[in-house]
């Protein structure tokens, strides 16, 4: 069955991030990310601090990268650390950070309110954190405390938008389960519309239409310009090609013209040596 792979790999991957918890637990590694190549398969770690994550020499990626390949048959492991910038608006960052503070003794109180603090400054557009457990101390009941700030989405397809992270933190009294869920910066939920976005947006739309149809139309009219240069070139040549012809008859006609009355001089020539021989004839004819 289907289902059965599904569930392999995903018990895999769970197993895989607590082996990287464990091992990255000081680096404040926070996701695993894998992706499959036909060669190698990458595996991106989300780190807070990459240097403690990378080690001297790259020596803790070399045994991170024999143990995946070896206890979880991974084919051609690649590991990538990825550093996470602001860990501010990172939700996992954010419970392992409240988690290990509440671990070490602090109150809860301080620890969340400061955290709500960060987060909002960073630039985030709602916080919320969820505590639950022993929070009142020894033989106090056991109950759960919400601090939130901002704007939050928790239900429907909106929700995938926000960012959440959980940690437990095991304090003296019990453990104490964290839950943050933080709306970065840069998400746009579908349901938040800016009239005067939408107005500035189908404005700039029609202003490109139009600029779109004037250029079109200026096209049009350079095109039928240059047919109607072409076809007045076309004409042109074909007027100097007949110019031509003419000019060629008529000097063919001249030529022709000054040739005839060579030739009849000639024999005008001819006729007049003959008369003036039978002149000679006669006059001898009539001496002798």
Same mark, same amino acid.
């Given at each position: 069955?289907?289902?059965?792979?599904?569930?392999?790999?995903?018990?895999?991957?769970?197993?895989?991030?607590?082996?990287?918890?464990?091992?990255?637990?000081?680096?404040?590694?926070?996701?695993?990310?894998?992706?499959?190549?036909?060669?190698?398969?990458?595996?991106?770690?989300?780190?807070?601090?990459?240097?403690?994550?990378?080690?001297?020499?790259?020596?803790?990626?070399?045994?991170?990268?024999?143990?995946?390949?070896?206890?979880?048959?991974?084919?051609?492991?690649?590991?990538?650390?990825?550093?996470?910038?602001?860990?501010?608006?990172?939700?996992?960052?954010?419970?392992?950070?409240?988690?290990?503070?509440?671990?070490?003794?602090?109150?809860?109180?301080?620890?969340?309110?400061?955290?709500?603090?960060?987060?909002?400054?960073?630039?985030?557009?709602?916080?919320?954190?969820?505590?639950?457990?022993?929070?009142?101390?020894?033989?106090?009941?056991?109950?759960?405390?919400?601090?939130?700030?901002?704007?939050?989405?928790?239900?429907?397809?909106?929700?995938?938008?926000?960012?959440?992270?959980?940690?437990?933190?095991?304090?003296?009294?019990?453990?104490?389960?964290?839950?943050?869920?933080?709306?970065?910066?840069?998400?746009?939920?579908?349901?938040?519309?800016?009239?005067?976005?939408?107005?500035?947006?189908?404005?700039?739309?029609?202003?490109?239409?139009?600029?779109?149809?004037?250029?079109? &139309? *200026? #096209?049009?009219? %350079?095109?039928? +310009? !240059?047919? $109607?240069?072409? /076809? =007045?070139?076309?004409?042109?040549?074909? @007027?100097?090609?007949?110019?031509?012809?003419?000019?060629?008859?008529?000097?063919?006609?001249?030529?022709?013209?000054?040739?005839?009355? &060579? *030739? #009849?001089?000639? %024999?005008?020539? +001819? !006729?007049? $040596?003959?008369? /003036? =021989?039978?002149?000679?004839?006669?006059? @001898?004819?009539?001496?002798?």
């Amino acid at each position: 069955m289907i289902e059965r792979i599904f569930i392999k790999q995903g018990i895999k991957k769970m197993e895989m991030e607590n082996y990287l918890k464990k091992e990255l637990d000081r680096a404040g590694f926070t996701k695993l990310e894998t992706v499959k190549t036909p060669l190698v398969t990458r595996i991106v770690l989300n780190v807070t601090r990459p240097g403690l994550a990378i080690g001297k020499g790259g020596t803790n990626i070399k045994k991170l990268t024999k143990t995946l390949e070896e206890k979880f048959k991974i084919e051609n492991p690649q590991i990538e650390i990825k550093e996470i910038t602001v860990p501010e608006l990172d939700a996992q960052a954010m419970a392992n950070k409240i988690s290990s503070l509440i671990g070490r003794g602090f109150s809860w109180r301080s620890i969340v309110y400061r955290t709500v603090k960060d987060i909002t400054s960073a630039g985030a557009q709602g916080v919320e954190i969820v505590l639950s457990g022993a929070l009142g101390g020894k033989g106090v009941r056991k109950r759960k405390q919400r601090i939130a700030e901002g704007y939050m989405k928790k239900i429907g397809d909106q929700a995938k938008l926000v960012d959440y992270g959980a940690a437990p933190a095991k304090a003296k009294f019990g453990t104490i389960g964290v839950k943050v869920r933080i709306v970065k910066p840069e998400t746009i939920f579908p349901d938040k519309i800016n009239l005067k976005e939408v107005f500035a947006n189908r404005i700039k739309k029609a202003e490109k239409k139009e600029e779109e149809e004037k250029t079109a &139309k *200026e #096209k049009i009219e %350079e095109e039928k +310009k !240059e047919i $109607k240069e072409k /076809k =007045k070139e076309e004409n042109t040549e074909k @007027k100097d090609k007949e110019t031509k012809k003419e000019d060629k008859k008529e000097t063919v006609k001249e030529e022709t013209k000054k040739e005839l009355p &060579k *030739e #009849k001089s000639t %024999e005008n020539k +001819k !006729e007049i $040596k003959k008369d /003036k =021989k039978d002149e000679g004839k006669k006059e @001898k004819w009539l001496n002798g």
